[in-house]
Structure formats: C-alpha cells, structure tokens
C-alpha cells in the first residue's frame, strides 16, 4: 500500500465529536445531482462524503435475451461496480462476489418501489459506478439509483432513501465512514420507502444489544428523513431552475418593450 | 376537499396530492383513499380527476396513435419495425384493408433501415402494436430529416389546438411531421431553415413545461433567421 492506514485508537474524540469533526447523529455533505448522463433514460450523480458515485437508468426497453422476460412486470436489474481507482488499493476489474451481492440487495432495494407491473416483458436496468469510495457506498448507491429511477420518468411508489447507522466507542452513530466501518463495533445500513415506512433493506455486521439497535433504528429514520427531503428537492430543481430562468428572460423582454415604448 | 398542489406544481414520485373523494389519473395512484404522484411531473386537476403530466419517459403505445418508426426486419410474412418505444412494432399482410386472397400480392415490403409513419391499430400488455400504412398520409417517408425528442414533450411541440405546429409549417417549413411517439420528420429546401428547426425544436423540448411558449418560439425563430440573414450578407459582401 501506499499509504499505510494508521488504525485509530479512538473513533470518537475526548470533546464527542467525530474524527471528521461531525456530531454523532449528524450526516456527511451530500451533493445529489440529476440528469448528468445525457445517453441514459436518467441518470444521477451522488457526492456522500468522500463516496462520488453516478447512477444511470435505461430503460424500460425491449429484453434481450428474450427468454429472460417475465410475461407479467418488466424485469429490474441493477449492476453495482466499483472503479479499479475508487479505493486505495487498485481493485481488481473483474467482477468480484463483493459487487454481485450489492447488485442483488440493491435490486431488491428498490425493487418495491417501482409498478413493474406498468411494463410487462420489458427490463428496467441500472449501472451504478462507484468513481471514490468511502464507506457507505451500498447506501449512497441506493440513492443515487432511486433518483435515477425518478430522473427516468419511471413511476414509483415513493423514493428510495438509505442511509447507515452504527456503533462506535460504545455511542450510536449515524452514516458511518470508511474508518468506522472498519474499526466500529457494529455497521447497519438501512433503506426505506420513507412515507410508507416499508424498510427494504436492513444488514447488520457487528453486535447490538436490542435496545442499542431500537435506538440505532430510530437514528436511521431521522437521517433517511433528511436525504429523503434532499431527493425530493434535487428532483424539482432540475425543472424549477429552467422555467425561472426562462422567467427572467420574458422579464427582461418586458423591460426592453417599455424602453422602446418611451423612446417612441 | 382541498387538494394539496396548484395546477401545474412540479412534484416527485411519492408526493401526497390529495385525499378523499378524487379520481386518480395518469402518472398517480390511489393508496388508502389517498392520491400520490407516481412521477416527476406537473400536478393537474380536472373535475374530480388528479392526474402528473410526465417530463420525462418512454413513449407508450396507444392504438390510433400515428408513429414513425425504422424498418428492422423485413420479409414477406411482415415487417418489424422500432417506434422508439419500449417494444418494437409490426407490420403484416393482413394489417392492410384489403382483404381476400389478394391481399398478400399488394402487401409492399420496405427495406432495412427506411423510415415509415404508421398508425398503431392494435396494441396491448400482451402482445407487441400492430401497425397499419394503409391510410391517406401514411406510408414511405423518402429523403428529409429525422431527428428525436421526448416523447412526453410531443404536446408541446404540436401546441394548443395545433398553434405550435402551424406556426413552425408557417415560418419554416410545411414539410413537417410529427410522430406520437417523439419522431420528427422534416424535408426543407434549404440547411439554414433546417439548423433553425433543429434549434427551435430542443427549444421546445428544454422548456415544454413552462407558459407562453409560443411566443418565445415565434421570437426565437425571427431572431435565428435574422441572424441567417446577416451571415449571407456578410459573406456576399
């Protein structure tokens, strides 16, 4: 390795707040994006952190091979990818057991979450490339993919918001990063179907007592709630920003007309 | 009972449009006596109906639409052909009105790779539409241009009552035509009107979800020809 990682002794510091300086139940900078890709139905782009990840839509499209069809609902099918240069150590391109288990459990992420059912004998795909990784990345993946989705024109039930909580020097906290992931005592990411309160996806690596993982679950809600909010916005921005700037071009006519009608 | 949105708000997948008493429409769904949007899309009501006018989104057959589309295959039996939608199309001997024994020697086959305007005659979650050519209008579309937008932005580009197509059939070209499912097709006698179509047309598709839009387009339009215009004189004198 390059770098050699030094391992921390402590996760959280003598003054409470983490070794990125956040509060133990506060989220990392996030920066979503849509329509980012212009080839693809819909795309996003997703900053969580130190994660950068695009996710791209196409779909839902003619099913080649045809045998793979389902007479009933379109076929979901999302492919997870980490570049070769998104961790610290060069990540073998060939597709790894790693990627295919989070191709899998974002598929059934997200998979509530569309009327399949609207596009029989079709697929639905999503490529999901994870350009930096820093923890969380199954997470932000889910996020960005559910804004694509959206982006997309696909109809859903509701967005798809996800989040990680977990366990650190004894305390609760919320979207862990890379170091906690891999010094804490427990990692739990969580997605959900934030107005329903369908939760989708939930894996848990490390111990909680029961009451630790109530507490952690709760945590979870608050933050899926914030990005949720965050998704919502990104979404209508992209449609709000043009028609306040075509605004401010029919004002600026207006105000052109009036000169004219003075000088006259 | 109120509604929860003014006419023509953008709302995202999930949002709560109304509750009680309503229909739901296109791009929304009912849950427990409560409507949502099921799309990113502007919120409308009509009489008891809420329904998303989508912005973004494949084109979905609909019989008694008029598409163009690409031959893809092409034999005696039929022809398959791709309306740019989410299952490709077909064409078969029968699909024509003439009916008997005689129908299969009329049935013209096109090549690969032309371009026809069709119309959908028969469509359904089973099987893939079914095209007809035999129709005034329909048929080969030879030489021209064919360029893409989205599907969803089609109404706009054809305006209320027909305004925005007649305008662009006034001031470029009245060799133009639109396919429901987002294909245009235009043959101009000259480069310059078809670059000022181009233009117009992305135009009309960044900006089909905002008001006064055929204003904007009929200046649009005069300030590119102007611009034409100085070029040529400029390269004259």
């Known amino acids: ?25 506060e989220l990392r900078p ?100 994870i350009i930096e990784a820093d923890g969380g990345t199954r997470c932000a993946s889910i996020n960005a993919a559910s804004l694509a989705l ?50 989708t996806l939930l894996q848990m690596d490390g111990q909680f007592t029961i009451d630790e993982f109530n507490k952690a679950l709760e945590l979870g809600k608050t933050g899926i709630s914030k990005i949720y909010q965050l998704q919502k916005e990104t979404l209508r921005n992209k449609y709000l920003s043009i028609r306040d700037e075509v605004a401010d071009e029919s004002e600026v006519r207006i105000e052109i007309s009036k000169e004219v009608e003075e000088d006259e | 009972m109120p509604v929860n949105f003014e006419n023509n708000q953008i709302v995202s997948p999930g949002e709560l449009l109304a509750e009680g008493d309503y229909l739901s429409g296109e791009g929304s769904f009912k849950e427990d006596n409560k409507i949502y949007s099921s799309i990113l899309g502007l919120a409308v009501l009509k009489g008891k109906i809420i329904s998303v006018i989508p912005l973004q989104g494949p084109y979905y057959p609909k019989v008694g639409d008029i598409v163009i589309g690409k031959v893809l295959n092409s034999s005696p039996a039929g022809m398959r052909v791709d309306i740019n939608s989410l299952y490709s199309a077909a064409i078969f001997p029968s699909s024509m009105n003439e009916k008997g024994p005689r129908s299969r020697e009329k049935f013209v086959q096109f090549d690969v790779g032309e371009n026809l305007i069709a119309k959908i005659i028969s469509f359904d979650r089973t099987h893939d539409p079914i095209l007809t050519i035999d129709e005034v209008g329909l048929g080969k579309l030879v030489g021209g241009r064919i360029i893409k937008i989205h599907p969803t932005k089609v109404p706009r580009v054809i305006g209320k009552k027909g305004s925005m197509i007649k305008l662009l059939k006034e001031e470029l070209t009245d060799k133009i035509k639109i396919g429901q499912n987002g294909i245009v097709w235009f043959s101009t006698n000259s480069d310059a009107i078809e670059d000022i179509l181009v233009a117009v047309l992305r135009k009309i598709e960044r900006e089909a979800h905002t008001s006064g839009l055929t204003d904007r387009v009929k200046e649009t339009i005069k300030k590119l020809k102007e611009e034409r215009l100085n070029v040529i004189r400029r390269e004259n004198t």
Do not use: W
């Open chain 1, 1 to 25: 390795m390059l770098f050699e990682e030094k391992i921390p002794e402590k996760l959280i510091r003598n003054d409470g707040l983490r070794l990125d300086g956040r509060k133990i139940d």
């Open chain 1, 30 to 129: 996030i920066k979503f994006e849509v329509g980012v890709l212009s080839q693809a139905d819909g795309s996003a782009y997703v900053e969580q952190g130190r994660n950068k990840i695009i996710a791209a839509v196409y779909g839902p499209r003619e099913l080649h091979p045809k045998h793979l069809a389902l007479q009933d609902r379109a076929l979901l099918r999302c492919l997870y990818r980490m570049a070769t240069f998104s961790v610290s150590e060069r990540k073998s391109p060939a597709p790894s057991r790693r990627e295919a288990e989070l191709s899998t459990i974002i598929t059934q992420a997200l998979q509530p979450a569309i009327f399949l059912e609207y596009y029989p004998r079709t697929s639905i795909d999503v490529y999901i490339e």
């Open chain 1, 150 to 199: 959206a982006d997309a024109g696909i109809p859903l039930r509701d967005l798809v918001a996800a989040c990680a909580v977990g366990k650190a020097d004894g305390q609760i906290i919320l979207d862990l990063n890379d170091l906690e992931d891999k010094y804490g005592e427990a990692d739990m990411p969580m997605a959900m179907l934030y107005r329903r309160g369908d939760v």
